[in-house]
């Protein structure tokens, strides 16, 4: 029987058993040690065990764990008071998790035009091969199949439309409308970018027709692209954002951002969390800031980017039979396989590297943000050794 007979088979798990992780590596049970550009999914943004967050959870375990959202939360101030001197947001929302943060700003959105006297625009528009998370709204956001199947009516109020497609955006405007969600930088649908001229196009479009623009960055915020928010490469601000994964550096928590007006909705009693905001959470997302804000460290991703873009097409031009695009931004790079991505992971992890699966035939790497130089060559020559296993094979 296997060891996770008592757990629902929901996922398909690698067997590999990790004890420990210590930067960019995790070391396993049997004492192998991995390189690991999967990073929890982007979620393990300062890599692991770092000192400073460490510090920051033992700091507060000793204090306080958890206190109810009936009383003021020192650090939720904290954090949202940087977050929103950082970002274009007025005001921040905690949650536990990336679905959370989403559904946060789907309420805000209706909310909004609920309470500015439209309460008929509640729709959303979205984009193919999007993923906002697993909730019954979340997936009816994404749009796709495979997590829609039986899981009964697909909730209503998000119409999707083709992938970086305006013309398509345009028409499925209608007196519904809400809202337009989109990630700048797609990651589970396969490291796919949106034109930064789309974004700006969705920007004027939301201002034209009275709606908000609401940006999913759980995967590609925080630092990732080397800006601390996607946006930024376009020069324009959403009305709501969702931020998750790199924000809590491994603990799980996320969070709405929102302009003032965006959020005028979200009064006393409309919207609420257990656990959102606890200050365990609070702690790491502060010291995680305290990181991200530092005066290089946006630089530092660059630098280490160029790096892996230029390493990453070299080996995309010694085996074309293996690789056919390299994709990506910053810290969130995408390499489209010709053969299955699943061969390519396989091979990876042969060279104790780790990467993760996307959409599109994609093997993403994640590396975490702290990655240094030497440790992404160290990462290159893994990834190149296993892209040479790949296309033995294929010969
Ligand atoms: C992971 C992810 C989510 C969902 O986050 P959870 O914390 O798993 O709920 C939503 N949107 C994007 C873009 C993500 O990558």
């Given at each position: ?88 947001a007025d005001r921040?929302f ?13 309420k805000t959105a209706r909310r909004y035009h609920y309470v500015n006297g439209r309460?008929?625009r ?56 809400a ?31 009275g709606?908000l ?26 009305d709501i ?15 709405c951002?929102a302009t003032d007006e965006a959020a005028s909705g979200m009064t006393a009693?409309t919207h ?124």
């Open positions: 029987m296997s060891a996770n007979s008592s757990l629902f088979g929901t996922y398909n798990r690698i067997p590999l058993r990790f004890e420990r992780g210590e930067g960019v590596w995790l070391v396993a049970e049997d004492g192998q040690r991995y390189l690991d550009f999967a990073a929890g999914i982007a979620v393990n943004s300062l890599g692991h065990s770092h000192p400073h967050l460490v510090e920051a959870l033992k700091g507060q375990a000793d204090k306080l764990w958890h206190l109810s959202n009936l009383y003021e939360m020192p650090g939720q101030e904290r954090l949202g008071e940087r977050l929103t001197a950082a970002t274009f921040a905690f949650t536990n998790s990336g679905a959370e943060a989403l559904e946060c700003a789907i309460p008929e509640f729709s959303i528009i979205t984009m193919e091969g999007a993923f906002h998370g697993r909730t019954l709204a979340t997936i009816a956001a994404g749009g796709q199949e495979k997590y829609l199947e039986g899981f009964g009516p697909k909730a209503p109020g998000f119409d999707q439309v083709p992938f970086d497609d305006m013309d398509a955006i345009k028409a499925a405007v209608n007196d519904e409308t809202a337009i969600l989109v990630e700048p930088l797609q990651g589970e649908g396969g490291i796919r970018e949106l034109s930064l001229q789309l974004l700006r196009d969705l920007r004027a479009l939301c201002d034209e027709h709606l623009l609401l940006l999913d960055e759980v995967q590609c915020g925080v630092g990732r692209t080397g800006k601390l928010f996607a946006h930024e490469w376009a020069g324009i601000t959403p954002m969702a931020v998750a994964k790199g924000i809590g550096g491994g603990f799980p928590f996320g969070v951002l009693s609420g969390t257990t656990y959102g905001g606890n200050p365990l959470a609070m702690a790491v997302g502060n010291a995680v800031l305290d990181i991200v804000l530092e005066d290089g460290f946006l630089e530092h991703v660059r630098d280490v980017a160029l790096v892996f873009k230029q390493g990453l097409a070299a080996i995309a031009d010694k085996y074309p039979d293996v690789i056919e695009e390299i994709r990506g931004s910053g810290l969130m790079l995408g390499v489209k396989c010709k053969g299955p991505n699943m061969e390519l992971l396989v091979a990876m992890r042969d060279q104790n590297l780790l990467g993760v699966p996307a959409g599109d035939n994609v093997v993403r790497l994640l590396p975490p943000l702290t990655t240094t130089a030497e440790e992404a060559r160290d990462g290159l020559s893994r990834l190149e050794a296993a892209a040479a296993s790949v296309s033995v094979k294929a010969a």
